[in-house]
């Protein structure tokens, strides 16, 4: 099946700084999600992005479906953005997203 | 508009015991899936339901089944309990499962 790599795999910032996190992906995807689980274990959809670029306040995400990688900005950091940000990717005829292990982010106040 | 629901949020079993984890999807929606996550890792694909046929199953043994009812709910069973079977079980609804997927709280399992 298709392997998905994030990094890093640990991330700490001060509030307000920018910060950007990869994904990796081993074949091409016909869906790629990012996700944010909060520390109570909820996971929120933060952009449905197979290709190009989008953007959602602080938040931003690219993904260059030909070189097989996707990257998740995040602007002017928050401590509510402490988590962990999940890249799920499906590939082939299957929707069935495989996820990566996922980068874990404090924020410092 | 209400979300996914789970339910129990919390449970314990012990090892040898069945537990069925309850899910109700985003109203529409007529998709849902099941994944098991343990910690420090993401969550791992168990089932997909649509329109109360599985299409899709990942790689868990004959102990873990599902099913979905006509009002597109679902429930997980998972027979002879593990102590690795301790983990969040999370569920997910989209309105035909090949879309963006939205996930409920989760139940938390722990099997002792």
């Known amino acids: 099946g298709i392997q998905v790599e994030q990094s890093p795999p640990d991330l700490i910032l001060q509030e307000g700084a920018n910060s950007t996190l990869r994904c990796n992906f081993s074949d091409s995807v016909n869906n790629l999600q990012w996700f944010h689980q909060n520390p109570w274990g909820q996971l929120i959809n933060l952009f449905y992005?197979?290709?190009g670029t989008k953007q959602n306040g602080r938040l931003s995400a690219t993904t260059v479906a030909t070189e097989r990688y996707s990257l998740l900005y995040i602007s002017s950091s928050q401590t509510t953005d402490s988590g962990v940000y999940f890249c799920?990717?499906?590939?082939?005829?299957?929707?069935?997203?495989?996820f990566g292990r996922g980068t874990s982010l404090i924020v410092h106040p | 508009d209400a979300g996914v629901t789970q339910s129990p949020t919390h449970l314990i079993k012990t090892r040898g015991q069945h537990v069925t984890l309850r899910c109700s999807p985003i109203s529409g929606h007529k998709s849902v899936s099941w994944y098991q996550q343990v910690l420090g890792q993401g969550p791992q694909f168990i089932f997909q339901?649509?329109?109360?046929?599985?299409?899709g199953r990942g790689n868990f043994p004959d102990r873990f089944s599902a099913r979905q009812f006509p009002n597109y709910s679902s429930e997980l069973n998972v027979n002879a309990l593990l102590l690795g079977d301790s983990a969040l079980y999370l569920c997910a609804s989209s309105p035909q499962g090949q879309e963006t997927q939205y996930f409920g709280p989760g139940t938390r399992l722990l099997v002792l």
């Open positions: 992005i197979p290709s």
């Open positions: 339901y649509y329109e109360k046929e599985e299409r």
């Open positions: 799920a990717v499906s590939s082939g005829g299957s929707y069935i997203p495989t």
